[in-house]
């Protein structure tokens, strides 16, 4: 259930302007009814500022009157038509210096362990460019010496669940059951 906002201001405010009963209160704003109780006693919320639900949109006064004629009914909060915020997605994200460096690491083990990844998809989870793991590809990195293939995991430049997220989509995109991929992988 949603509260309103602010609900102990709000429910200070039902219990000074309505004859709502405490447990009214309470369940609306998300409350206790002892704790209701102690705010119409003053021994809670003293000197809190009263927030008015009607006035801000999360109740109607036909809402209210038909509560209070009816003591077993409860209060609903009104439908707001303000769209909620939509989650943004996760940008590139930073990687310290002293992790940069594993990055070629990390990439050679993903081309050799997982060959059915795009330079796009190794790209977006490791964090690094297109170019940067063609030149790991075909050994033209001016590291290509000192590389040693390390699992990104390990590594901490992803999560074992973005991984496998990214290894599943590629195989659906291939064409490849993924326990046909366990079965090639213990035989080879």
């Known amino acids: 259930m949603t509260l309103p906002l602010m609900p102990k201001a709000t429910a200070v ?17 998300g409350l206790h009814e002892l704790e209701v109780q102690a705010i119409a006693d003053g021994e809670v ?43 943004k997605g996760k940008g590139p994200r930073y990687t310290p210096i002293s992790r940069r460096q594993d990055k070629p690491n990390a990439i050679a083990w993903l081309i050799r362990s997982h060959p059915e990844l795009s330079d796009a998809q190794v790209s977006k989870l490791i964090g690094t460019t297109k170019p940067t793991i063609e030149k790991i590809r075909d050994r033209s990195h001016p590291e290509s010496q000192n590389i040693k293939p390390q699992h990104p995991v390990t590594l901490g430049l992803c999560t074992q669940m973005e991984l496998d997220a990214v290894v599943a989509r590629a195989q ?7 326990a046909a991929a366990e079965e090639e992988e213990t035989a080879a």
Request: glycine fraction near 8%.
């Open 13 to 29: 405010w039902l219990v000074e302007n309505t004859a709502l009963t405490f447990q009214q209160i309470a369940d609306f704003c």
């Open 172 to 178: 659906r995109a291939k064409g490849i059951h993924p």
């Open 45 to 87: 919320a003293a000197g809190m500022q009263g927030w008015d639900p009607v006035g801000n949109g999360q109740l109607t006064r036909e809402e209210i009157a038909r509560c209070e004629a009816d003591p077993d009914a409860r209060l609903n909060l009104v439908k707001s038509g303000i769209p909620l915020p939509q989650a």
